[in-house]
């Protein structure tokens, strides 16, 4: 589990911030979400420099204003074309500045791109050096491209790896997951609620979510947190523009799935038995 400058423990569930803070008039009501989930425990936020092409970054930093910084843990990514030496200073700084805060709790590599990794992992390493950034990981590597990068010198000290993971895409239970936790290292799992149904037609609206909901007197998006809350080791980061929404995520935390009702999860939603693809968005 992931700790705040401060040494508070970070909540089993974050909070994304994508297409968060591109519309002003919306700006209020997203704020209220984020500091409805920060003040349920939810002290985590996901962001990046391609958010809004840095608009999600600065919501945050008017965000955390009025919160002690170091009880909270921040986590932003950089672009991969951004992951070289001549780009990342320059990137981080501009997140911080957006953040309106002097270090960033986690950086990551957002995805995988022609920098070698081994010049990314070097800077990630002078920015911890420099105290610019706490941790640093990547997202959206499969298994393969995490061997490579745990071959390299320094490449161990990745913290975690944020990849695509909900009920209804369970690829990394094959191999990623298990290989992640032998490691100790958390996986973030972005679109935990599958975009709000939308990446996964009728995961929503089927019959055990349904039921399990109606039994729970619980919501869909509670039960797919509370599925992901089993796992050990996953850290989900669902994204809500609605401080109501944020407090149903929050909440999905007291959801306890008996055993027979994640059977039926599993019988509904099989995890594949065969290496695939990592899904991305
Ligand atoms: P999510 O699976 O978190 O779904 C977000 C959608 O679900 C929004 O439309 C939101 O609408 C809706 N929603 C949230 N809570 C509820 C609720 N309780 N009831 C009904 N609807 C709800 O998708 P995201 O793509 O946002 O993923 C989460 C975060 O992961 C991102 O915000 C980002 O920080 C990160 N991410 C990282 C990626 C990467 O490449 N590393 C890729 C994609 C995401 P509403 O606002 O109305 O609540």
Redesign the pocket.
Known sequence: MFTTANGTTVGRIG??????GEVPTREARETA?LRCGIEQGMNLL???EM?GDGA?ERLVGKVIRDYDRESLFLVS?VYPFHADESHIYSSCEQSLRRMATDYMDLY?L??RGKVPLSETVDCMEELCARGKIRYWGV??LDLTDMQELERLSCGGHCVTN???Y?LGSRGVEYELLPWMVHRNMML?A??????????RRGLWESPVIQKLAAEHNA????ILLAFLLTRPGVLP??????P???L??GSALRLRLSPEELRQLEDAFPAPRHRVPLD??
């Not at 909070?15 to 968060?20: H, P, V």
């Not at 919501?219 to 509670?222: K, L, S, V």
């Not at 980061?237 to 609605?242: A, D, F, K, Y």
């Open positions: 909070q994304g911030t994508w297409y968060l979400a996901d962001t990046a958010y999600a990514k990551l957002h995805w997202s959206n944020q990849v695509l909900h973030m972005y679109c935990p609620l599958a975009q709000g149904g939308q990446l919501t869909p998006a509670q980061i669902p994204c809500s523009s609605s109501e929404h944020t149903e995520n991305i968005v």
